[in-house]
């Protein structure tokens, strides 16, 4: 099984961190982001991922993009250690949480959107973190109200869960772009604990094999 990401890609952490709750054995072949251009622009890479984006899962003859497709087709192949409550209604509720990060805060401030605002709109570096910081403020504090709900020592209770992959991975972000967390008590403390287990500590991106 072989991962094609970047080191500091959100959906590539969050990936890995399931990979790793899982115990699978898998190969890490890094695509640069940035360097000459992008090798995600680069024809062998789009003829696997026509989005020009990581991950890319390659397993046998599968060959699968977006990281919530990924984590979910390996829930089901490897469904130990699940990262899904029993409950149905459970499951849903942590399906919904994950998707407000990954579907609402993660793509406004990824590598991609923060070139164009760059390049095509021309904002300073200073107006290019004001979008940053607003879009993840607003989606941390819709997060830490449903924390006070459902949070134990994870983002559902006291069972690490498919949130908490796309938590750990965008507070990073947060910190990378000092946005100030100090209103999220929760946040911080659910993050605190899943840092404290292996599997993210595996997943961190700065024990990559490609950062820089």
Not at 50 to 68: E, F, Y
Not at 87 to 108: F, Q, S, Y
Not at 163 to 190: E, G, H, W
Request: with cysteine; glycine share 4%; aromatic share 10%.
């Amino acid at each position: 099984m072989k991962l094609y990401g970047y080191w500091r890609s959100s959906a590539a952490y969050r990936v890995r961190i399931a990979m790793h709750i899982k115990g699978i054995n898998f190969e890490s072949i890094p695509v640069h982001l940035v360097k000459e251009g992008g090798e995600q622009h680069k024809a062998d890479y789009v003829a696997m991922n026509p989005t020009h984006l990581v991950p890319t899962l390659v397993d046998g003859d599968l060959v699968l993009n977006q990281s919530m497709a990924i984590i979910d087709y390996l829930e089901q192949k490897y469904p130990s250690h699940s990262l899904y409550p029993d409950n149905i209604e459970d499951a849903a509720r942590v399906r919904a949480m994950a998707l407000d990060i990954a579907c609402e805060v993660h793509p406004l401030n990824n590598l991609r959107v923060q070139q164009y605002l760059v390049k095509e709109l021309g904002v300073d570096d200073k107006q290019k973190m004001q979008w940053v910081h607003d879009w993840m403020h607003t989606g941390f504090a819709a997060y830490e109200r449903q924390l006070e709900k459902f949070a134990g020592d994870f983002s559902f209770g006291n069972r690490v869960s498919v949130a908490d992959l796309c938590l750990v991975p965008q507070v990073y972000n947060a910190n990378r772009f000092d946005v100030d967390m100090s209103a999220y008590p929760l946040i911080t403390k659910v993050v605190e604990n899943c840092l404290a287990l292996s599997a993210f500590d595996k997943a961190v991106p700065e024990n990559q094999a490609d950062a820089t």
